[in-house]
């Protein structure tokens, strides 16, 4: 099982982060540089300068490159939204550029998220221009393109707000279902696991859903982990919260077993987070405070992982 984190190269000019993140973790994910909006910026102009400096430093560094992400209703090139296209012309702009971005990383991505987040709360789909255009076959189109380009990679469904039974990760179930029932190759789902202090889904009810996936026949991975407090500064009362939330996933992940393949924190120093940018006045979601010292929620994290 890794443990690891998602970074961005801007943040490795700073040493302490480098240092830390070298040394306490054994995953990397790319934040950024593999979304589409990098790796096509023209229709058919591939560029994987960025996403070849993060792949090769983790690689050289030893740590297992999760790689993020090939098709999502964010972040993805503005010539998508341009044109007006058919059906048939958009699964095949899909599929090259599926197809393209896992050959070129073919052998280094220990795993790919095919499709992230094409669902909404009440596990209806999500009306992003490509399901819009093409239903749900640009979902199979997707992880047919990504097998067909590396056998060997494990691909993922990722999504957030599935870490727990309900109408959303229903869907999910349904959607491994289908895809299998196709003979379409999906090994696993990622649940982000990006929660709020006091409201994270209980380690049973975690454990629950993981074990719903994996009887199905897919994999389960924590791919996104973070606890943010909704009001700033924290208390001791939600600081030792939050350490319980932390280790809900932990132990969970731990609970059922080697199907749970890993865990990764989204990014890991609050200096770097995401989460004040999108949640106005937020934050300390991270196992590290900005100034690089431990919160308590990292010594819940280690403990959670020595005990397993
Ligand atoms: O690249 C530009 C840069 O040129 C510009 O100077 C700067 C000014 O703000 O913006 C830069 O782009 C930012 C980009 O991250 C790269 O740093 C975007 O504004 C910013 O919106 C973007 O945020 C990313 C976010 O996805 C986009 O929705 C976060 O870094 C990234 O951590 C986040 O990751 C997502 C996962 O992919 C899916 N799950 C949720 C997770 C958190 O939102």
Redesign the pocket.
């Known amino acids: 099982m890794y443990f690891g984190t998602?970074t961005?190269q801007?943040q490795w000019s700073n040493k302490e982060y480098t240092e830390l993140m070298l040394e306490q973790f054994g995953s990397m994910t790319p934040?950024?540089v593999q979304?589409w909006m990098y790796t096509e910026p023209e229709q058919g102009v591939f560029n994987y300068t960025a996403g070849d400096e993060f792949a090769n430093y983790a690689l050289k560094n030893k740590k297992v490159l999760l790689c993020?992400?090939l098709v999502?209703h964010?972040?993805y090139p503005s010539w998508l939204d341009e044109k007006t296209w058919t059906k048939k012309d958009l699964l095949n702009v899909i599929y090259q550029h599926v197809y393209n971005e896992v050959k070129h990383f073919k052998g280094r991505c220990f795993s790919w998220n095919v499709v992230?987040?094409a669902l909404n709360e009440d596990g209806t789909w999500r009306q992003s221009l490509f399901y819009n255009v093409t239903g749900t076959d640009y979902i199979e189109t997707a992880f047919l393109a990504a097998s067909a380009a590396d056998p060997r990679a494990q691909l993922y469904y990722?999504d957030?707000n599935i870490e727990y039974p309900g109408p959303k990760s229903a869907a999910v179930e349904n959607m491994v279902k289908w895809l299998r029932s196709k003979h379409v190759k999906i090994d696993a789902v990622g649940l982000?696991s990006?929660f709020i202090v006091g409201q994270a889904a209980t380690e049973a009810q975690q454990q629950q859903q993981m074990q719903s996936y994996i009887d199905l026949g897919v994999q389960v991975v924590v791919s996104?982990l973070d606890v943010r407090f909704e009001t700033l500064p924290p208390t001791e009362a939600g600081l030792a919260q939050q350490t319980v939330d932390y280790q809900a996933s932990i132990n969970a992940c731990i609970k059922v077993g080697k199907q749970c393949m890993g865990i990764s924190v989204?990014?890991f120093d609050d200096e770097y987070s995401?989460i004040p940018?999108?949640f106005a006045g937020q934050g300390d979601a991270d196992l590290w405070y900005a100034n690089f010292t431990t919160t308590p929620a990292y010594t819940g994290v280690v403990s959670a992982l020595e005990a397993g």
Request: aromatic share 18%.
């Open positions: 998602a961005n801007e934040a950024n979304k993020d992400t999502w964010q972040q992230n987040e990722n957030y982000e990006h996104e989204w990014d995401w940018s999108s």
